[in-house]
C-alpha cells in the first residue's frame, strides 16, 4: 500500500503534517490530492509542517515548490512551518528559494500567520 | 516502509485524520504513538477524525477503543469524529459502545466539543 499524507480540513483551511520522508511517488500523490482537496473544499489557506523532515532532496524539494505554486494559482495561500535548519541549507543550496512564500516556526504560528494575512 | 499515522499538535489538543483503512500493524503503532505523544505534550484533548473510514473490523475497532480508554487514563479526552453509518453499526454490533466518548459529526465541531468541555 502506497500511503498518502493525510490532509485535515479545519474551517477555511488546510493542515498538512509530513511526518515521514516522502518517497517520490508519495510526494506526487500529494500534490494531487492537494490540489483536488483546495478545489473541493473551497479553503482559502493551507499549512505544511514539516517540522519532523530533516532531510530533503532535489526531487522532494521541486515538488513541495511546485505545489506552492499551483496552490497559490488555485488562490490559496500557503504556510510551510518548521522548516529544520537541515532542510532550509538544502533548499537554498538547490536554488529553491521558496520566494514569496509564508514560514513560520510551528503549526500554532502558521494558522496565526494564515489567519492574519486572510484577514479573519 | 510502514505507514505511520500523522499526530498534529495544535495548541493543547492533538489532531488524527485516518484517512485509509488500518491494517493491524499500523493501528497498534498509532496507539503507541499517539499515547507518547499525549505524554511528550501534555495535551489534554485530543480529536480522532474517521470521516474517510467507511469499513471497520473487529481487531482495528478494539484498537480505537483501548487507545480512547488508555488516553483518558493519563488524561486527555478524546473525541472521536466523522463515524461513518457503516462503522457505527459495525461497532455496535461488535459490542463496543465507546462509551462515555464524545463524538462529533466532523473535525470543526468536534474541536468546539472539546474546547467546552476543558472549559476553554
Not at 46 to 68: E, H, N, Q
Not at 70 to 89: D, E, N, R, W, Y
Not at 98 to 110: I, P, Q, S
Amino acid at each position: 500500500m502506497n500511503p498518502r499524507i493525510p490532509i485535515l480540513k479545519l474551517y477555511d483551511c488546510l493542515l498538512i503534517s509530513i511526518q515521514w520522508e516522502l518517497d517520490d511517488q508519495t510526494a506526487l500523490q500529494f500534490q494531487e490530492d492537494l490540489l483536488r482537496e483546495i478545489h473541493e473544499t473551497n479553503a482559502s489557506g493551507v499549512v505544511i509542517d514539516i517540522t519532523s523532515i530533516d532531510f530533503i532532496d532535489s526531487f522532494i524539494a521541486k515538488v513541495l515548490g511546485d505545489v506552492i505554486d499551483m496552490s497559490k494559482l488555485m488562490g490559496a495561500k500557503v504556510v510551510i512551518t518548521g522548516i529544520q535548519p537541515a532542510v532550509a541549507i538544502t533548499l537554498i543550496e538547490l536554488g529553491i528559494r521558496l520566494e514569496n512564500v509564508l514560514t513560520a516556526l510551528d503549526l500554532e504560528k502558521g494558522l496565526e500567520k494564515l489567519h492574519r494575512e486572510l484577514g479573519d
